[in-house]
C-alpha cells in the first residue's frame, strides 16, 4: 500500500511539473504574440510631475487636506505668474535624465545610443543631459563605445553631467571622464584606471588525461594565450604589451578630458572612494544624483529618456550568469 500512494506520489509530481513548464511556455509565446509592438520603444517620463505628485501626497498626509489643497493652490497661482511673466512656460530649460546601468559587456550601449540620438534631436540651447551612470567595468571595446556615445554630446555643445551614486570603475570612469561635470555620493567608488586580463589554463589537465588540444593559427600572434594550449613565454609578453598599450590609451583619453587629473598618482589600478576622489580631481562634486535633480527642478523640467529594448531569452540568462561570475 505504501508503495501505491509513493508512486501516485511520484506521478502528480511530474504531472504538475509538466504542467507548470507548459503554462509558462504558452504564457511566453502569448506574451510575445500579443505585444511584438512594444519590442522596442521610446519612453520619456516628465520627472517633475512625479516629484510634485510625491510632495503633494505628504503634504496630505502631514498637514491634511484643506491646508495642503491650500499649498497646492498657492503654487498653481504662483506657476501662472511666472507664465505670465516669461510670455511661455516652455522656454524654461531642460535637463535630460538617462541611466546606464553596466555590465562586463556593456550591453546599455545600444539603448544609450538611441537614448542620445534623441537628446541631440530635441536638445537647444542651455538644455542640459544628466547620466545616472552605475558601471564597475568590463571589456575595453565595448566601454569606449559607450564613451564614445557620451562624447556626441559634448561635442554638440551639450553639457552633460554624470552622477555617480554606486560605482564608476575602469570602464566605468572611461565613460564619466566624457562628462563637463562629475559629481558622486561621498563612498561611490570612482578610479581604477588600469586594465586586467584573466583567464585559466587547463593543458596540464588535459594533458594528464591523455587528451590532445589542437590550435591552428595564420599569423605569429593570432593567439597569445589559450584557455587549453600550452601558453609560452613570448604569447605572454605580447599579451602584457597590448595592456600596456591599452593602458596608455585610457590614460591618453583621461588626460584630455580631465586634465587636471595627475596620473602619476591615479592610473596604477586603484579605486578610490567619492570624497577622496575629489581631492585627486576624479570628480568635481560630491553629491548624489537626487540632489542634483531636486535642485534642477526648481528652475529646469526634467526628462527621463529610456529605450527600452526587449531582450532576447539568452540574452538575458547570460547577463545573468556574468553577474554571478563577476560579482
Known sequence: MESLFSDYGLFLLELLTIAVVVVAAALIVVSAAKKPHEQNRLVVEHINKSLEQRADAARRTI???????????????????????????????????????????????????????????LAEDKDEVLLRLENPGGAVHEHGLAASQLLRLRSRGIHLTVAVDKVAASGGYLMACAADRIIAAPFAIIGSIGVLVQLPNFHRMLEHKGI?????????????????????????????????????LFQQRVKELR??????????????????????????????????MLGAAETADLYRIRYRRQRKLIERMLQGAEGVLYR
Open 63 to 121: 498637514l491634511g487636506r484643506r491646508d495642503s489643497r491650500k499649498l497646492i493652490r498657492e503654487r498653481k497661482k504662483a506657476k501662472k505668474r511666472g507664465t505670465a511673466t516669461e510670455a511661455s512656460a516652455k522656454k524654461r530649460r531642460r535637463v535630460f535624465v538617462l541611466d546606464f546601468k553596466g555590465d562586463i559587456r556593456a550591453s546599455a550601449t545600444e539603448s544609450l545610443r538611441e537614448e542620445v540620438s534623441t537628446v541631440l534631436a
Open 212 to 248: 590532445d588540444f589542437e590550435l591552428l593559427t595564420a599569423g605569429r600572434f593570432k593567439r597569445t594565450l589559450t584557455l587549453f594550449g600550452e601558453n609560452t613565454d613570448e604569447g605572454r609578453e605580447k599579451l602584457r604589451q597590448e595592456i600596456i598599450d591599452v593602458h596608455e
Open 259 to 292: 586634465p587636471a587629473v595627475d596620473l602619476e598618482m591615479v592610473a596604477t589600478g586603484e579605486h578610490w572612494y567619492g570624497s577622496h576622489a575629489l581631492e585627486l580631481n576624479l570628480i568635481d562634486e560630491i553629491g548624489t544624483s537626487d540632489d542634483f
